[in-house]
């Protein structure tokens, strides 16, 4: 389902943001794993704690910005319909529809 329909210059910041911050995840996963029994143990996961809090808050302004006012998002002639999803992955038979398709 396309959702996205245009992009301008605050959304791709916003997205760099936000993968700039899911880059920097595994060095503070790598300090917590080696403080794990050690004095450095609170430290390492405050630096994970505010790892996780500056991804989130990247993530909510990335929605944010594109939904407000329906800025990027796509309108439902862009969207396509459940029924080609269904059709490219058999499997997805087995879970119920979404109400929108």
């Excluded at 997205?15 to 790598?30: D, S």
């Amino acid at each position: 389902m396309v959702v996205i329909d245009r992009a301008d210059r605050t959304f791709l910041f916003a997205n760099i943001a936000l993968l700039a911050c899911i880059a920097l995840l595994p060095f503070p996963t790598k300090l917590v794993a080696e403080h794990l029994r050690d004095d450095g143990v609170r430290a390492a996961a405050i630096s994970y704690w505010l790892t996780m809090i500056a991804a989130g808050v990247c993530f909510v302004s990335f929605w944010f910005y594109a939904a407000t006012g329906r800025r990027l998002i796509a309108g439902p002639r862009n969207m396509r319909s459940d029924r080609s999803r269904r059709e490219a992955f058999p499997t997805l038979q087995w879970f119920p529809r979404s109400g929108h398709g």
